[in-house]
């Protein structure tokens, strides 16, 4: 069945990478999706990569697809204290669906 | 530009009481709209969504229900809750399919407590 699986809980010094991993079960997906959110907001889309790339860079964010092992991971560069929030992985399925992930809950400390 | 609206924003309601969640968007025409429910400690659940008027998916068997009277507004209702439908509402709403990019536009959320 449809299935995204991602680590629960990241914590990270202020100024280091943050890595967010996350796997999905659904080899057809077109599309591959993280999004934000902030405390107590709805969702917002932080970036998507297309089935057909490898790797996506939009300024101090990076998304890396494994297709053959299913895995998707956003790296955060110099991860700041405003980064801190849940990061949710999102696969699409047929033309209007999204399943997404339990969320991961990325915590920046001085 | 396209804002989506969520009302009420928190609500606290005894066990076996209505619920009436509604959401209504504004500034696109035909969106798909979608239910989602955010349970403590746990993901983001798809609970329906619709492609048109009276056209709604169910995609987890439960005790609530959706309705879309008007093409922009979608309403999420039970008629006895039960403690386990507390949780983090949250109303979306995406270009219908053929423009479809996945990208989701979420309102704010309404967090339901049953007690």
């Known amino acids: 069945g449809e299935d995204v699986e991602q680590s629960l809980f990241l914590s990270v010094r202020e100024g280091d990478s943050s890595v967010i991993n996350c796997t999905y079960t659904d080899s057809s997906s077109t599309y591959l999706y993280w999004y934000k959110q902030e405390p107590g907001a709805g969702l917002q889309l932080l970036t998507y990569i297309f089935s057909n790339m490898d790797m996506k860079q939009d300024q101090r964010l990076t998304v890396l697809l494994n297709k053959k092992d299913k895995h998707l991971s956003l790296r955060i560069a110099d991860t700041q204290t405003g980064d801190s929030a849940i990061y949710f992985c999102?696969?699409?399925?047929?033309?209007?669906?999204?399943?997404f992930g339990a969320g991961t809950r990325l915590a920046v400390h001085p | 530009s396209q804002t989506i609206h969520q009302w009420p924003a928190t609500l606290v309601q005894p066990v076996g009481s209505p619920l009436s969640l509604e959401c209504t968007v504004e500034g696109t025409s035909n969106p798909n709209l979608y239910w989602y429910r955010q349970a403590a400690g746990r993901g983001l659940q798809l609970l329906f969504y619709s492609i048109g008027i009276d056209q709604i998916s169910s995609e987890v068997p439960q005790n609530l229900s959706a309705s879309r009277p008007q093409d922009r507004q979608f309403i999420l209702s039970s008629k006895k809750l039960l403690l386990s439908d507390s949780g983090f509402y949250l109303c979306?709403?995406?270009?219908?399919?053929?423009?479809?990019?996945?990208?989701?536009?979420f309102g704010e959320g309404s967090r339901l407590t049953v007690l």
């Open positions: 979306a709403w995406s270009v219908r399919a053929g423009g479809f990019t996945g990208e989701l536009f």
């Open positions: 999102a696969e699409s399925i047929g033309y209007n669906k999204l399943i």
